[in-house]
């Protein structure tokens, strides 16, 4: 595959809540293990509407979430009894496994003012030994990941190895996950040591080549082949990949190797077999129809 642009598209969560939905994408179904990428935000709602979008309890098996916030704040809760508030720069890995249940709350309604929420949420297959391993959730403060500075750029290591730094966040699968800031003029080489790669532009405008990116968008880059990018202006850019787990199958929240698992999870969830959060039982998503 030679390099590609891929174009986001627009997803309403419901209730103001649209984000752009990179991953899975028409011609780009994964890069590595990552099979799922939004961006919501900047969000901006007036007062006294924020809590309107509220991700209520939901179901996810077979993978991994991994929520990380530019701005705003978010109210965490899960089947496992977790409650954290999620803040800018950490980095909150929750491994679905057989299966969990989540609240995305936004209980702060101060977060929505100027400039707002802003937030990337990636899903990470398991590997097919690990699918139904134990549901887990692992939250790392922003303090304890590593940071790059030089000239003209700063970057943040989520996951895996970048630049010869190492996120101490522990994965199931080889991958990498970073965010960076690249002043305009400024290159930045994508790791080598993975076989999928590739950049989405939060901010701002990149380009590889004779490509080029501006928010919303990502570059794929060619498997085994030297990678980098250069700020045409000021960006900020999330970089993903890592080695592909083969072929799995999306519905709604699930992620499996197997399509008679993703039904079978459908029939859980309608049954009440996915446990809700100890403090959020009063309401939840249903199954969709189709």
């Known amino acids: 595959m030679s ?9 309403d969560l419901g209730h103001g809540l649209v984000v752009r939905r990179a991953l899975p994408h028409a011609h780009v179904r994964s890069v590595g293990p990552f099979v799922f990428l939004d961006h919501a935000g900047p969000v901006v709602l007036p007062p006294d509407t924020g809590r309107s979008a509220d991700v209520r309890p939901h179901p996810h098996i077979g993978l991994a979430t991994v929520s990380y ?8 809760r899960d089947s496992l009894g977790v409650e954290i508030m999620i803040r800018p720069g ?8 057989r299966g969990i249940a989540h609240s995305e709350r936004f209980e702060d309604e101060s977060v929505f003012a100027a400039p707002g929420l802003e937030l990337l949420q990636a899903w990470v297959a398991l590997p097919e030994a690990d699918e139904e391993c134990e ?3 692992a939250h790392t403060p922003l303090a ?15 996951a895996g190895t970048v630049a010869g730094l190492t996120s101490p966040v522990r994965t199931r699968s080889a ?4 965010h960076a800031r690249v002043a305009a003029g400024t290159a930045l ?10 950049a989405y532009v939060v901010a701002g405008r990149i380009e590889s080549g004779t490509l080029a990116a501006e928010v919303g968008e990502m570059l794929v880059f060619e498997a085994g082949v030297p990678a980098a990018l250069t700020a045409t202006e000021d960006a900020t850019v999330m970089l993903l990949g890592g080695e592909p787990l083969g072929p799995r199958f999306v519905w709604w929240n699930f992620v499996s190797s197997r399509r008679e698992r993703i039904e079978q999870a459908k029939a859980d969830w309608a049954a009440g077999r996915i446990a809700l959060p100890p403090r959020d039982r009063e309401e939840f998503i249903p199954l969709p129809s189709r």
């Open 135 to 137: 549901p887990a959730f």
């Open 90 to 97: 950490d980095v909150n890995w929750m491994t679905a496994g």
């Open 175 to 178: 991958l990498f996950y970073a």
């Open 144 to 158: 304890e990941l590593p940071v790059l500075e030089a000239p003209g750029l700063w970057l943040r290591v989520i």
């Open 189 to 198: 080489a994508l790791p080598a040591d993975y076989s999928e790669r590739a």
């Open 69 to 76: 916030l530019l701005s705003g704040a978010v109210m965490h």
């Open 3 to 11: 390099t590609l642009r891929i174009e986001s598209r627009r997803a």
